[in-house]
């Protein structure tokens, strides 16, 4: 049998066999859901790398044993990867306030609504200052403009920026960052 008709033929178990070997898998219920398809292509790759396809006279109940030591290898590999100790749950924090996470989306949120009533102008001034740190005259030189409209537009902003957004967020903007 020449290489491409092993191929073929491994091919062809792969499109017979790969519903069935699934269901074999799912009942030994070694591995997890999740994992089934990673497990079956495994089975397939080793198959393929194996040179003498016609020597395999039962080829199904070669391909299920093979499929149950690849979910044995993946079972002893998985529990020594995440070795699990109910112990170390009690030891586990979550560095996430909820309270803080919720205020700080309600902060981004009215920030975003406040720079939307700036002009576009405005905002791409905004942006290429306070997002890239350009200096005002690299800024004029992008917009073709002085260095002092420049300055104006982004005092102009601020100013709006600071109109727009309620003092108690400025006051929870200024805590996040202590």
């Given at each position: 049998m020449n290489d491409q008709d092993a191929k073929n033929r491994?091919?062809?178990?792969?499109?017979?066999?790969?519903?069935?070997?699934r269901k074999?898998?799912?009942?030994?219920?070694?591995?997890?859901?999740?994992?089934?398809?990673?497990?079956?292509?495994?089975?397939?790759?080793?198959?393929?790398?194996?040179?003498?396809?016609?020597?395999?006279e039962h080829p199904q109940a070669y391909l299920y044993k093979m499929a149950a030591n690849v979910a044995a290898e993946w079972a002893i590999r998985a529990?020594?990867?995440?070795?699990?100790?109910?112990?170390?749950?009690?030891?586990?924090?979550?560095?996430?306030?909820?309270?803080?996470s919720v205020s700080r989306r309600q902060v981004e949120r009215e920030v975003l609504r406040a720079i939307e009533t700036l002009s576009v102008r405005q905002r791409r001034?905004?942006?290429?200052?306070y997002?890239?740190?350009?200096?005002?005259?690299e800024i004029a030189e992008r917009f073709g403009a002085s260095q002092r409209s420049v300055k104006r537009a982004l005092t102009k902003s601020y100013d709006r920026l600071y109109h727009e957004l309620d003092p108690h967020l400025l006051g929870e903007i200024t805590d996040g960052r202590e």
């Amino acid at each position: 049998m020449n290489d491409q008709d092993a191929k073929n033929r491994l091919a062809d178990w792969f499109r017979q066999w790969r519903s069935p070997l699934r269901k074999f898998l799912r009942g030994r219920r070694a591995i997890p859901a999740s994992d089934l398809d990673d497990v079956a292509q495994e089975v397939f790759l080793r198959l393929m790398r194996y040179e003498r396809t016609e020597l395999v006279e039962h080829p199904q109940a070669y391909l299920y044993k093979m499929a149950a030591n690849v979910a044995a290898e993946w079972a002893i590999r998985a529990h020594h990867a995440k070795p699990h100790d109910s112990h170390w749950l009690a030891t586990l924090s979550s560095g996430d306030d909820p309270e803080h996470s919720v205020s700080r989306r309600q902060v981004e949120r009215e920030v975003l609504r406040a720079i939307e009533t700036l002009s576009v102008r405005q905002r791409r001034m905004l942006k290429l200052h306070y997002f890239e740190g350009l200096p005002y005259a690299e800024i004029a030189e992008r917009f073709g403009a002085s260095q002092r409209s420049v300055k104006r537009a982004l005092t102009k902003s601020y100013d709006r920026l600071y109109h727009e957004l309620d003092p108690h967020l400025l006051g929870e903007i200024t805590d996040g960052r202590e």
